[in-house]
């Protein structure tokens, strides 16, 4: 049996309990709990993919702009050991190390907001709550809410957490603290006898009690429709642990236009080479430069003109943007 796709709140909630197999004041027995548990699993935010270090270093390093970088940092450090050893390492390979301590801080940033994601993802798995108080076979017991499944009986009070998603069955001036989950500001107060459309946002579902969100006055009884990643505080920690997405308009944006200085700095490098290896041949009278001293000017120059700061400045920059909207409380 799945809830996933079951509107509970456009339901009146005789419908919902028996299409859950529950009893409003029974709720479910011991085996049948442990049958459902077995079948739609612990009552847990998702965990979130991990990936290894040297994938999520590598994911940062895979912008072609930092692959250039990379290869230029290569290419310093050749022509450094071609030119001898009559000038100090530091001398020899300075723009190589420069090169990597640039790489290092962008990846070091991408890598920052990555661990941001994950906080997130962690925070939202200590809204769940550990203790919760279920009605299984008629006895009120206090069990832990990892062990909750779709059709039992929760009782809440003022104080508590909601342990998973429940369809209300009866409350007593029962109002809710939902800004966890929608960023209301103010408490909701719940009508269990109501029954809102089928498209109804989350926010308007005042017949329900969702996971992570706290009861701020009264006391209720409701009906367990959603646990984990199926209830609504476990679909915002799914959207976070999955990281592949489309990418946005500004991403795209800044791919194409880095792509284009890419091939514009490579193209102009390439020219300053060759016009250095070709000019004692064209100029009467120029002086014939070694080819390790001019590909290192060519390669100076690629350096110099591609933005390697512009993925670190346009990151830091909506961080920073978004943790200021959090803070105003724009956004949750």
């Not at 250095?276 to 009278?285: C, D, K, S, T």
Request: with cysteine; proline share 5%.
């Amino acid at each position: 049996m799945t809830t996933e796709a079951y509107a509970s709140h456009a339901e009146v909630v005789d419908a919902v309990i028996a299409h859950l197999g529950s009893h409003a004041t029974e709720g479910l027995s011991e085996a049948r709990a442990a049958e459902l548990l077995r079948e739609h699993g612990p009552n847990r935010i998702p965990d979130a993919p991990s990936k290894p270090w040297f994938r999520r270093v590598a994911g940062q390093l895979a912008s072609p702009l930092v692959l250039t970088l990379l290869g230029a940092a290569v290419i310093t450090v050749v022509v450094g050991s071609v030119a001898g050893s009559t000038e100090g390492p530091l001398a020899r390979y300075g723009d190589a190390i420069a090169i990597l301590l640039i790489v290092a801080l962008n990846a070091g940033i991408g890598l920052a907001q990555e661990e941001r994601a994950a906080s997130a993802l962690a925070s939202l798995r200590r809204l769940t709550l550990p203790n919760a108080r279920v009605v299984r076979g008629g006895r009120v017991t206090l069990i832990t809410a990892d062990t909750i499944v779709p059709g039992d009986v929760v009782e809440v009070e003022a104080g508590d957490a909601a342990p998973a998603d429940a369809r209300l069955i009866e409350g007593h001036e029962l109002l809710l603290d939902e800004s966890s989950l929608t960023g209301e500001s103010t408490a909701v107060v719940k009508d269990p006898g109501r029954q809102v459309a089928a498209d109804a946002s989350v926010a308007d579902r005042i017949n329900m009690m969702f996971q992570g969100t706290t009861v701020v006055r009264g006391r209720g009884r409701g009906v367990i429709v959603a646990t984990g990643g199926q209830s609504e505080l476990g679909r915002i920690g799914g959207m976070i642990a999955a990281h592949q997405h489309d990418p946005t308009p500004l991403e795209t944006l800044l791919g194409t236009f880095g792509r284009r200085i890419l091939v514009v700095c490579i193209a102009v490098s390439v020219l300053l080479f060759a016009w250095g290896m070709l000019r004692p041949h064209v100029l009467v009278g120029a002086a014939l430069r070694p080819w390790h001293v001019l590909l290192l000017e060519a390669v100076s120059f690629a350096v110099a003109a591609i933005p390697e700061g512009l993925p670190a400045i346009t990151t830091i920059t909506l961080a920073l943007g978004t943790q200021r909207m959090a803070k105003l409380g724009a956004i949750v």
